[in-house]
């Protein structure tokens, strides 16, 4: 089974609109990191969470883990369409590792 | 990512060549990883580095090598190339453990 879950797989919301996108880990969780994707580019990295409780903001975009849930969310705010895109959840399940795995995505649409 | 340059961006090459991906980056960050993307499968991590020559496999290592002989450059050989191995290649690089990851801009690599 996949390690890391995310869900949905895909969103289509409103501009305007908040949503909710969730990763959650199969294994203890020792760092959760935020991505975002545009097709056919790189990786663009929002943020690193690290400690249970943890909550970070830039912009309209909040990350929080739950250490207890092995679960982070991330959450936007009055989205628009510069927040389309495909989001991705990567983390260290083994302690001292040095490998980040990822979860599958989620493909994000913002309709103007 | 400034720092990071992945050559070639794009490569079509036939069944059975050899084919040799570069990963170079200018940030003097010691960790380095390649990871590949499908459509359904999200990132997987090929192989990675914790240091000049040392190198350990990832979770689809199979059919790949590599080597990393300075800091700056991490080189994926794909010795005999198969079409399973047409996808997006994607080279990370990590200050350290506490760290976030940066990602190159990829290479679409096509084995027919």
């Known amino acids: 089974s996949q390690e890391l879950e995310q869900s949905p797989q895909s969103l289509i919301v409103q501009e305007g609109k908040n949503l909710t996108i969730n990763c959650t880990s199969s294994k203890t969780l020792y760092g959760l990191y935020w991505y975002k994707q545009k097709y056919g580019e790189g990786l663009i990295f929002l943020m690193m969470l690290q400690k249970g409780g943890e909550e970070k903001s830039h912009e309209k975009i909040t990350a929080k883990l739950d250490e207890k849930k092995q679960q982070s969310s991330l959450h936007i705010t009055a989205s628009q369409p510069s927040h389309a895109g495909i989001y991705l959840c990567g983390a260290i399940t083994g302690a001292g590792s040095y490998q980040l795995t990822f979860g599958k995505g989620t493909k994000l649409s913002v309709i103007p | 990512d400034a720092g990071i340059t992945q050559s070639p961006r794009h490569k079509v090459t036939e069944t059975g060549t050899p084919v040799t991906l570069r990963c170079h980056q200018t940030e003097n960050h010691r960790y380095m990883y390649w990871y590949r993307q499908d459509p359904g499968h999200g990132l997987r991590l090929i192989h990675y580095s914790y240091g000049v020559k040392d190198t350990d496999k990832g979770e689809v290592s199979d059919g790949y090598s590599v080597s990393r002989s300075k800091t700056e450059d991490f080189l994926l050989t794909l010795e005999s190339a198969t079409s399973s191995q047409t996808s997006v290649y994607f080279c990370?690089?990590?200050?350290?453990?506490?760290?976030?990851?940066?990602f190159g801009s990829g290479t679409r690599l096509t084995v027919v």
């Open positions: 990370a690089t990590r200050l350290g453990l506490a760290y976030g990851y940066t």
